[in-house]
């Protein structure tokens, strides 16, 4: 029996994985409790009774907090890029201790310290706007550290030449990264900037820890409080429509992330 070819050999792995996938599919059709999932997961009554709080505070929220957080984590990641690429040490040093350290720290230890730990060392000084004020400081702080590691990679991936072809024209060295650099190395990075957006959209999830007022709420929180008290309390339902409202969101920006990076690839 003549033995299979490299293809012919790929082709059935292929198929046999297709198959398995089928049959787990078919097993979980049949083995489910599909009436206890309805139940918990899809109680009618918990989306139409209270989609307007998730759609008109809980989305809301989520994208403005969002906004305010990646708007701020981007200035503060200018500042870290500029100073981790001056020549002057001390800055370099400032800057790369900083990034460091909040890549290192999980978002969540550094929205507790400053909700809570930044009261206590500072005689119950708060930052602007209350707990959530101090959780969008969190964000920004850490998201800062991650965009700035970002910029820099984009900033050292345009050509030298421009860089030197802009020297000689006679233009300073803050002149030539503000009109020559900047702009090239953004174009660069909006593919792996638009990746922090969506990163920073779940990591508002992370807020409910503060505490919020019900004006205030983001997605995760709005969830919550419909499955303690509600229609829907005690089931799932709010936070299966919760994922629903943050895929909405998140989906249409990952398409967006993958369009950007094959037109990158082209016009390579």
């Given at each position: ?8 050999r ?78 002057i040490?001390p ?20 929205i ?22 101090a959780?969008?400081?969190g ?17 050292e ?33 909006v593919?792996p900037?638009t ?19 019900a ?54």
């Amino acid at each position: 029996m003549p033995s299979l070819t490299r293809t012919q050999r790929q082709r059935a792995v292929r198929l046999a994985l297709y198959a398995l996938f089928a049959l787990l599919v078919v097993a979980v059709a049949l083995f489910a409790d599909w009436e206890a999932i309805a139940s918990n997961f899809f109680m009618r009554e918990g989306f139409t009774e209270t989609w307007q709080d998730f759609v008109f505070i809980g989305a809301k929220n989520t994208i403005l907090y969002t906004v305010a957080a990646f708007v701020g984590g981007f200035v503060l990641a200018l500042v870290l890029v500029l100073m981790k690429l001056a020549p002057i040490a001390p800055f370099r040093w400032v800057a790369t201790a900083y990034i460091e350290l909040f890549r290192g720290l999980p978002a969540l230890i550094v929205i507790l310290f400053m909700g809570l730990g930044v009261p206590i060392a500072f005689g119950g000084w708060r930052p602007p706007g209350g707990p959530i004020g101090a959780g969008l400081v969190g964000l920004m702080l850490v998201a800062g550290a991650y965009m700035a590691e970002t910029l820099r990679a984009g900033i050292e991936a345009v050509p030298k030449g421009q860089t030197e072809a802009a020297r000689s024209l006679g233009m300073n060295g803050p002149w030539t990264m503000a009109t020559v650099v900047m702009p090239q190395a953004l174009r660069i990075v909006v593919p792996p900037l638009t990746n922090e957006l969506v990163i920073l959209i779940k990591d508002t999830s992370l807020l409910f820890v503060i505490g919020m007022a019900a004006n205030e709420k983001e997605l995760t929180t709005t969830a919550r409080d419909f499955m303690a008290s509600g229609p829907s309390a005690g089931t799932a339902t709010s936070l299966i429509f919760a994922c629903l409202l943050y895929l909405a969101i998140t989906l249409p920006l990952t398409q967006l992330v993958a369009w950007l990076e094959r037109r990158q690839k082209r016009s390579r």
